[in-house]
C-alpha cells in the first residue's frame, strides 16, 4: 500500500512538474485575443519598423517595462515575419546549423509579450501627419518611431562582384552558397576529362568573422559532409581562399587569436593571402589588384556592408557612411519623436579615441534596442531628465572556424580551440529566443556527434545561380 502510494505521488509530482515546464517553455499572451485593443487605439503609439536585433530588442524592452500600462500600444513592421540570428548563418553553409533554428519566429515572440505585427516594406514617412507608408499605400501613425532597418553588402563599385559573387546577407544567401557547392560537384561528378580548375576553386572575400567563418563552413561541407556522399572526386582538390585587403584577418580581435585563427585556416589548407585587393570578378576569375588572377567560378563577397539603402527614402539626416544621424539619445536630431538605432544609424562612440562610430554589430544593436526603450518610454513621459546618453559597452567577439574550434574574447579573456567551440555554441544557445529553437539546435548538436548530416540540394539548378 506504501509503496502504491509513494508510486502515486511520484507519478503526480512528475505530471505536475511536467504541466509547469510546459507553461514555462509557453509563457501565454500578455492579452487574449478578445482584449487586445488595436494599435491605433492606444493614447500612445510606439512604431518599431524592423525587427531584428535593434528593433525586436527594443519593442521587447518597451513591452516589458509597460506590462501594468494600458496607454502604450507597440506595433512592429518588418520585411520578413522572423528575426535572423545572423551569428548562426554561416552554420547553415555546411549544414552545422538548421535555418529553421535561425530564422526565429517574430510573431510568436511579439505578441507573448504584447505588441503588434505586421509584416510590410517600409516605403516612406509623412512627417508632417506623423505616419509612416508601407506597401499597397497603407499608412501606420505613430507618436515614437524606432528604426532599425539593418545593413546590406557594400561592393564598394568593384566590377562583377554585384553580377557575379554570391554574398552573405541573409539566409537564403546561406542556403544558396551550399547549393553552389553542391551544384558544383554533381556536375564534376558528370565530366568526363579534365575538370577546369575553377569549378571546384572557391574564393570568399573579406577577412572579417563573416568571411573567416564562411571559409571554415565551406571547408566543413567539402571534406566531412560531402566527401563520403562524392568517392569520384578528391576533396582535396577544392581550393578554398580567402582573401583580405588589408594586413591581417580578424582586424578586430588581438593579435594572439588572429595567430591562432591563420594556425587553423592553414591546417584546414584554406590559402589565405592578405594585403591583397579583389578588382574585378568575372563569370569565372577573380582579378587581383598586381596582375594575378584566380581561376574561380565560385566567389563569395563578404567584404563590406553598408546601411540598408531603403533610409535614404525617408527624408532624414545621413552621415557620410548613409547611417542616419542621431545624437547622444539615439534621437534623429531637430525630428522630435524619431529614433534610429542598428547598422542603418551612425552613433558616435564616446568611449573610441579614433572618433570611429559605434561598430555594426548584434551585440551593438541589442544595446542601442534597451537603451532606446527607455528614452523613448522618459520622452513619452515627459521626464527629460531621466533620457540617457547612449554608451556602447563592448562584451567581446566570438568567431567560430568549424564546429571544433573557435577563437573568443569575452571581456578581456582570451581563448581558441575546442574549448572556445563549446562557449561559442553555449553562448549563442543561450542567445536563441525561441525555446523551440534552442531545444532543437541543442539535439542536433548531440546528434551531430554520433551521425554525419546528410546533406542535399533541395533547390532546382536555376534558382541557385
Ligand atoms: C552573416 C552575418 C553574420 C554576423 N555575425 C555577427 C556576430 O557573430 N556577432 C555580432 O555581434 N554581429 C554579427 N553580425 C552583425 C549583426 O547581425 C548586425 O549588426 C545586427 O543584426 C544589426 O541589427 P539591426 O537591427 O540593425 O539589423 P537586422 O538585425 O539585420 O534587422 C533588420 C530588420 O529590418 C527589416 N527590414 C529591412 N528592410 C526593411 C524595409 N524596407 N521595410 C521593413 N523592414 C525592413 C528586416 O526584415 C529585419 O527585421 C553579422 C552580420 C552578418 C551579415
Avoid at 192 to 206: A, H, M, N, Q, Y
Amino acid at each position: 500500500m506504501g509503496r502504491l502510494l509513494k508510486g502515486g505521488l511520484a507519478a503526480g509530482g512528475a505530471v505536475l512538474a511536467l504541466g509547469a515546464l510546459r507553461r514555462a517553455l509557453n509563457p501565454s499572451p500578455r492579452y487574449a485575443a478578445w482584449e487586445k485593443p488595436g494599435y491605433e487605439k492606444f493614447e500612445k503609439k510606439v512604431l518599431v519598423v524592423g525587427g531584428g536585433f535593434g528593433g525586436f530588442t527594443a519593442a521587447k524592452e518597451i513591452c516589458d517595462h509597460t506590462k501594468d500600462r494600458e496607454d502604450i500600444g507597440v506595433l512592429v513592421i518588418a520585411k520578413d515575419n522572423f528575426f535572423t540570428f545572423w551569428p548562426m548563418v554561416a552554420g547553415i553553409v555546411s549544414s552545422d546549423i538548421d535555418t529553421r533554428n535561425v530564422a526565429q519566429p517574430l510573431r510568436r515572440a511579439l505578441i507573448t509579450a504584447g505588441a503588434s505585427f505586421r509584416r510590410a516594406k517600409l516605403n516612406g514617412i509623412d512627417h508632417e501627419n506623423k505616419k509612416i507608408k508601407v506597401d499597397d499605400g497603407l499608412e501606420f501613425p505613430y507618436d515614437h518611431l524606432i528604426i532599425s532597418l539593418g545593413g546590406q553588402p557594400n561592393f564598394f563599385g568593384i566590377p562583377g562582384v554585384e553580377e557575379h559573387a554570391l554574398h552573405m546577407r541573409g539566409i537564403e544567401d546561406a542556403e544558396r552558397i551550399r547549393n553552389r557547392v553542391i551544384e558544383r560537384f554533381e556536375e564534376v561528378s558528370l565530366m568526363r576529362g579534365d575538370i577546369p580548375e575553377s569549378k571546384l576553386t572557391f574564393v570568399v572575400i573579406g577577412g572579417g568573422p563573416t568571411g573567416v567563418e564562411v571559409a571554415s563552413e565551406l571547408h566543413t561541407l567539402v571534406h566531412e559532409a560531402l566527401a563520403p556522399d562524392y568517392p569520384n572526386i578528391d576533396s582535396h582538390r577544392v581550393r578554398i581562399f580567402l582573401i583580405e585587403g588589408s594586413d591581417d584577418i580578424l582586424q578586430e580581435l588581438d593579435p594572439v587569436l588572429r595567430r591562432a585563427a591563420r594556425t587553423r585556416l592553414a591546417n584546414q589548407h584554406i590559402e589565405v593571402k592578405t594585403g591583397t585587393l579583389a578588382e574585378e570578378v568575372t563569370a569565372n576569375c577573380v582579378r587581383l589588384k598586381g596582375g594575378e588572377e584566380i581561376a574561380a567560378e565560385n566567389v563569395i563577397w563578404t567584404a563590406g556592408n553598408r546601411p540598408n539603402v531603403a533610409i535614404n527614402d525617408l527624408d532624414l539626416p545621413v552621415d557620410e557612411r548613409n547611417g542616419i544621424k542621431v545624437d547622444s539619445y539615439l534621437q534623429v536630431a531637430d525630428y522630435p519623436g524619431i529614433w534610429a538605432i542598428g547598422d542603418c544609424a551612425a552613433i558616435h562612440n564616446v568611449n573610441d579615441e579614433n572618433g570611429r562610430g559605434v561598430p555594426p554589430t548584434a551585440q551593438a544593436a541589442s544595446q542601442e534596442g534597451k537603451a532606446v526603450a527607455k528614452n523613448v518610454l522618459a520622452a513619452i513621459d515627459g521626464r527629460e531628465e531621466d533620457l540617457e546618453e547612449f554608451e556602447y559597452k563592448p562584451m567581446g567577439q566570438l568567431v567560430e572556424l568549424g564546429s571544433d574550434f573557435a577563437v573568443n574574447e569575452v571581456m578581456g579573456i582570451r581563448f581558441s580551440g575546442r574549448l572556445a567551440a563549446i562557449f561559442w555554441r553555449l553562448a549563442y544557445l543561450a542567445r536563441l529566443s525561441s525555446p523551440q529553437s534552442k531545444a532543437q539546435q541543442a539535439a542536433d548538436w548531440i546528434l551531430g556527434l554520433f551521425i554525419r548530416p546528410a546533406v542535399t540540394q533541395v533547390h532546382s539548378r536555376k534558382s541557385e545561380e
